[in-house]
C-alpha cells in the first residue's frame, strides 16, 4: 500500500478523533467544571456509546459479506463518521440542558450520546478492516504508526484550538465552536474516504451459518480469548484516564480550561514521538510483542508518577508523568494495534477486527466508568478531592500490570494455527 493511501487512512482516523477529543477531552472538563454535573453522572453519558461494542463483531462480519454498490467498507465508514459528528454536534446543547433541567437533559443526552456511539462503532471497526485489507502484512506497523500519528496531530491542533476557542468561556462559544469542529471533521473524512476503498466485482456468499461459525471462530480460539482480555487490561488502564486528567489538572493543581486542553497536546506530543520512533526506527530491532512490553512498562512508570503529583502536591512531577505516560501510550498503540491486524484472517478482517474493536470500547467503557464512580466515592469517604484522582490512577497502574503477564501468553503463530477448519466450526454450530 502506497504512503498516500495511508495518509488517506490516516484522514478518516482524524475525523473520528475530532469528535472523541471534543466529547472526552473538551466538554466532560466543561460538565465537571464549568456547569457543576458529578463526575458519575458525566461518565455514565461517556461511557454509555461503549455498550454499543457488541455490536462491532456483528458490523464486522456484515461489512464482510455485504457490500454496497460493491464497496464493503465506504458506505458504513461514511454512515458511521456522519452519525458521530451529529451526535458530537448535540452534546454541548446536551450538557446546558442537564444543568438548567438535569431529567429533560438525561433523557436528551441518552439520544445524543447513543447516536455518537453508533458512529463511532460504526466507524472505527469498518475503517480498521479497510487497513487490514489494503496493507500487507509487513506493512502493518507501518500503517498503524501513519494513521496514529496523524490522529494525535488531529486530537493535539484540535485541543489547543478548542482550548483558545473557549478562553473565556461562555455557554453560546461552546456550541460554536462544537459546531465548526463537526463541520473540519465532515470534509477532513471525506478528502480520505471517496475513491480510497477499490470496487469489488464478486458479491461475497451471504448465509447464517457462516456468520454463526465465524463468531464461533472468535470464541474457540483460546489465543483470541487471551488477547481479547488482555486489549480490555491495557486500554482500560491507558486510555480510562482520559475522562479525568483535566479535571484532576484543574483540582488538583488550579489549571484553567485553556491549561487543562493544553494538557493534551503534551501527552499527544511525547505519543507522536514514539509513534513515529517505533514506526519507522524501532521495528528493525524490536518486534511486536517486545514493544508492547516496553510501551505498558513505560506507560505504567507514567500513571505511577501522575498519582505520586496528586499526593504530593507538585505539579512538577505531574508534567512528566504525562509525558511518560503519552510516549509509553504511543509505543503500545503502535505495537498492539499492529498485533490486532496480525490476529485476523484475511476472509474474516471484519469479523476479527469487530472483536478487537469490542475490546477497545469495553476497556474504555470500563476505564471511564471505574474512574467516575472511584473517585466520587473516594471523595466521598476521605473528603479529599486528590485522593479520589489518585486512587483511580493507582488502580490503572495495577491493570497495566496484569495486562503485561497476560502478555506473556500470546503467541501470534498459534492463533493462525488454532484456527478451525470449516468442519470443526459445522461441529461447534451443531452443538451449540
Known amino acids: 500500500m502506497s504512503i498516500f493511501k495511508m495518509f488517506r487512512l490516516g484522514l478518516l482516523h482524524v475525523a473520528v478523533g475530532i469528535t472523541f477529543v ?3 477531552g473538551v466538554l466532560n472538563r466543561v460538565m465537571i467544571d464549568e456547569l457543576g454535573i ?6 455514565i453519558l461517556v461511557v454509555l456509546p461503549y455498550l454499543f461494542s457488541p455490536a462491532q463483531v456483528w458490523i464486522g462480519q456484515y461489512s464482510d459479506t455485504h457490500p454496497f454498490l460493491g464497496y464493503r467498507r465506504t458506505p458504513y465508514i461514511a454512515t458511521g463518521i456522519v452519525l458521530c459528528v451529529f451526535g458530537m454536534m448535540l452534546t454541548p446543547h446536551v450538557a446546558l440542558l442537564i444543568a438548567e433541567n438535569f431529567n429533560v437533559g ?8 447513543m447516536m455518537w ?9 469498518s475503517y480498521l478492516s479497510l487497513a487490514s485489507d489494503l496493507s500487507e502484512e509487513s506493512q502493518r506497523s507501518r500503517t498503524i504508526s501513519v494513521m496514529w500519528f496523524m490522529m494525535i496531530v488531529g486530537l493535539i ?14 455557554h453560546s462559544q461552546l456550541v460554536v465552536v462544537f459546531n465548526g469542529a463537526g463541520v473540519i471533521a465532515l470534509i477532513v473524512a471525506a478528502v480520505g474516504l471517496f475513491g480510497l476503498e477499490p470496487r469489488y466485482s464478486e458479491q461475497p456468499t451471504q448465509t447464517r451459518e457462516s ?9 474457540s480460539n483460546p489465543q483470541a480469548r487471551v488477547f481479547f482480555l488482555y486489549l480490555v487490561l491495557l486500554l482500560a488502564a491507558i486510555l480510562g484516564q482520559d475522562i479525568l486528567l483535566e479535571p484532576f489538572g484543574a483540582h488538583a493543581f488550579d489549571m484553567t480550561v485553556e491549561e487543562t486542553t493544553q494538557l493534551t497536546g503534551m501527552w499527544g506530543g511525547t505519543t507522536l514521538l514514539a509513534l513515529l520512533l517505533y514506526g519507522f526506527v524501532f521495528t528493525r530491532w524490536i518486534s511486536k510483542k517486545q ?24 505539579v512538577g512531577i505531574f508534567y512528566p508523568g504525562i509525558a511518560i505516560l503519552g510516549f509509553g501510550t504511543g509505543i503500545a498503540t503502535a505495537t498492539n494495534l499492529s498485533l490486532m491486524l496480525d490476529m485476523t484472517t484475511a476472509e474474516q478482517a471484519g469479523l476479527f477486527i469487530g472483536a478487537w474493536g469490542v475490546a477497545d470500547a469495553a476497556s474504555r467503557g470500563l476505564g471511564m466508568m471505574m474512574g467516575g464512580v472511584v473517585r466520587d466515592a473516594v471523595i466521598a469517604i476521605t473528603d479529599n478531592v486528590s485522593a479520589g484522582y489518585v486512587t483511580v490512577f493507582v488502580i490503572e497502574a495495577g491493570f497495566l500490570m496484569i495486562s503485561l503477564m497476560l502478555l506473556s501468553q500470546i503467541d501470534v503463530s498459534r492463533f493462525r494455527d488454532k484456527q478451525p477448519t470449516l468442519v470443526e466450526l459445522t461441529a461447534l454450530v451443531g452443538d451449540a
Open 22 to 24: 471534543a466529547i472526552n
Open 38 to 43: 458529578l463526575s458519575t453522572v458525566v461518565a
Open 106 to 113: 438525561i433523557g436528551m443526552g441518552l439520544i445524543a450520546f
Open 117 to 125: 456511539g453508533v458512529g463511532y462503532n460504526l466507524a472505527v471497526v
Open 157 to 170: 491542533f484540535t485541543a489547543v484550538l478548542m482550548g483558545r476557542q473557549l478562553e473565556p468561556y461562555s
Open 211 to 219: 456468520q454463526m461459525e465465524a463468531i464461533q471462530a472468535v470464541l
Open 291 to 314: 514493544g508492547a512490553f516496553i510501551g505498558g512498562s513505560i506507560a505504567t512508570v507514567g500513571l505511577l508518577l501522575i498519582a505520586l503529583s496528586g499526593t504530593l502536591g507538585q
